[in-house]
T-cell receptor, first 111, second 117 residues
Framework: EDQVTQSPEALRLQEGESSSLNCSYT??????LFWYRQDPGKGPEFLFT???AGEEKEKERLKATLTKKESFLHITAPKPEDSATYLC????????????FGTGTQLKVEL | KAGVTQTPRYLIKTRGQQVTLSCSPI?????VSWYQQTPGQGLQFLFE???????NKGNFPGRFSGRQFSNSRSEMNVSTLELGDSALYLC????????????????FGPGTRLTVT
């Protein structure tokens, strides 16, 4: 059974204090690893898809990396507007569009 | 381009009743997936539809069902509601299911908040 574990569950940062969120996974065969951001009361917002170990993608202050067992979401010099829950999900080969999600990291960035 | 829309946004039902939720995907998207989100279990996959056919199903009881129409709009139905069905129900759309090495981005709607009393 595919499994995704995210850590930490919650993270509080000062504005400008860089950090990383971790997503470890076990999957029968990885087609893709997805990162989403979710704000309270809203649906998840797509951030990145990573397909193979060694791949990296960047968007503004966010950078996602992938190894064979885990993915990291690095947040550089975060701002209060980066506060949200960050979700990681895996898509297995042969599983269609099904995503298996972790429970997320709740990030709060303070002034 | 309009995003994924879901109706209604909020719903209150009583145990034993049934409910139908609707999802309109992004224009041109033909694959629709449904997820249940609860504080305890997080996001869990319900089912996936493409070309009016269910392609994939999660581990939920038969009380949960869905369908997709020729215009790609989708509905999900929950019969004989239980208190534990209270959740945020999310719909996600993508161009199509994965093909070969290609996986398409999935975009989520705002969800329908269902409360069962």
């Amino acid at each position: 059974e595919d499994q995704v574990t995210q850590s930490p569950e919650a993270l509080r940062l000062q504005e400008g204090e860089s950090s990383s969120l971790n997503c470890s996974y076990t999957v029968s065969g990885l087609r893709g690893l997805f990162w989403y951001r979710q704000d309270p009361g809203k649906g998840p917002e797509f951030l990145f898809t990573l397909y193979s170990a060694g791949e990296e993608k960047e968007k503004e202050r966010l950078k996602a990396t992938l190894t064979k067992k885990e993915s990291f979401l690095h947040i550089t010099a975060p701002k209060p507007e980066d506060s949200a829950t960050y979700l990681c999900a895996v898509q297995a080969t042969g599983g269609g569009n099904k995503l298996t999600f972790g429970t997320g990291t709740q990030l709060k960035v303070e002034l | 381009k309009a995003g994924v829309t879901q109706t209604p946004r909020y719903l209150i039902k009583t145990r034993g009743q049934q409910v139908t939720l609707s999802c309109s995907p992004i224009s041109g998207h033909r694959s629709v997936s449904w997820y249940q989100q609860t504080p305890g279990q997080g996001l869990q996959f319900l089912f996936e539809y493409f070309s009016e056919t269910q392609r994939n199903k999660g581990n939920f009881p038969g009380r949960f069902s869905g369908r997709q129409f020729s215009n790609s709009r989708s509905e999900m139905n929950v019969s004989t509601l239980e208190l534990g069905d209270s959740a945020l129900y999310l719909c996600a759309s993508s161009l199509s299911p994965p093909s070969g090495q290609t996986s398409y981005e999935q975009y989520f709607g705002p969800g329908t908040r269902l409360t069962v009393t």
